[in-house]
Each structure stands twice: as C-alpha cells, then as structure tokens.
C-alpha cells in the first residue's frame, strides 16, 4: 500500500500571506496526486487533479506542482475563505490513500 | 450536474450490518466514464477510501475492510450501496459516497463530485 505523508498537520497563516503544503508518497505515484480542501462539516471538495490540473470553478491563487514522491499545493495570497483543512489523494493505485491531512488557521 | 447523496440509519448496533445507498441524480450511474466509490472519515480524523463499484459491478476494496464490505450497483435506480458486516465502535464515522472520474487524456482519476456525507454512530 502507498503511505501518503503530509506536512505540516497544521499552519497558522494570515491573510494574504504564499502558503505551501507538502504531500510525500511512499513510493513513485507519477503524477497520480489529487488535493482536496475541506471545511468543518462540509464534504470535501477538489481543488488539483493530477498533481497541478486546476478544477474548474477553483480560484487560480490555487496550483499544485511535483511529480514522483513531492507535490506542493500553494495557495499564493490566503483568502478567509481558504481557512479549512487540506488533504492530498494518491490516484496511483489501490488501495487509494490519503494524507492525513493540513489544517489551515488564522494567525 | 452531477450530485450524490447518502441515505441510512444513523445508528447501527454492535456487530450488525452497516447499510447505505447513494443515490445519483444529473448523470447516469452507468456513465463509462465513472466509478463509483464509498470514503469515510471517523470524527476529528482523516480520510479513508473503502470501495470502488463500475455500472458492470466490477469491485475495488481496501483490504483493510474486504472480509466486511460489499458494495453494489442497482443502474435502474441509479443508486449504489454499501454493506459493511460485524460493526463495532472504530468503525463510527461519516460515510461519504463520491464520484471517481477519469480522465478522458490519461489514466489520471478523482474524486469529485462527493455526497454532503451521513454521520453513522455504532452503539448499543
């Protein structure tokens, strides 16, 4: 099975601030990493397919990058709506798996 | 649009079977282009992906639960469901149903869109 690892668990930001989170695979995914962002008591909600392909309907301050075992999600200027918890998903193979998941806070 | 959404009890006891159906609306459950899939996430915690079903009934499991679940598909009612045997307390959790697009350029697949998920308790 493949271990999804992302850092930080949680990270106190303000508004406007370039936020990057970290999703490292146990073992090479190509580009099989999609990101997720989830709300408290929403479902989540796709935000990257394929490590860096933007949903449609996402804002662009959204992008995702890496290939292999690193990806990087950025959100590059924090919006009060961004305030939520990000999960990244290996699309590689099954069992999928997912990170454990980055809580964004406001500073 | 595609939309999802969950139906079930909300409490299931001690070594009983778990039962939920996702009902789609907006597209066809037997769309060559999807899968159809059941994720679940215990309160405070992370994700975790129990089974993938195609409109044929070709099935997908984690091996963590496949001696419990069983996931099926009734494409005249546009629905797929999940059974899950013998429950005990860990598998409380907020089960949600999800789409499992594929990519019409690659192999590339996710997950979009989900049901607004149906908290299930396990208890006596």
Known sequence: DIQMTQSPSSLSASVGDRVTITCRASQSISRYLNWYQQKPGEAPKLLIYAASSLRSGVPSRFSGSGSGTDFTLTISSLQPEDFATYYCQQSYSTPYSFGQGTKLEIK | ?124
């Open chain 2, 1 to 124: 649009q595609l939309q999802l959404q969950e139906s079930g009890p909300g409490l299931v006891k001690p070594s009983e079977t778990l039962s939920l159906t996702c009902t789609v609306s907006g597209g066809s459950i037997s769309s060559s282009s999807y899968y159809w899939g059941w994720i679940r996430q215990p309160p405070g915690k992370g994700l975790e992906w129990i089974g993938s079903i195609y409109y044929s009934g070709s099935t997908y499991y984690n091996p963590s639960l496949k001696s419990r679940v069983t996931i099926s598909v009734d494409t005249s009612k546009n629905q797929f469901s999940l059974n899950l045997s013998s429950v005990t307390a860990a598998d409380t959790a907020v089960y949600y149903c999800a789409c499992r697009i594929s990519s019409t350029w690659s192999t590339y697949n996710w997950f979009d869109p989900w049901g607004q998920g149906t908290l299930v308790t396990v208890s006596s």
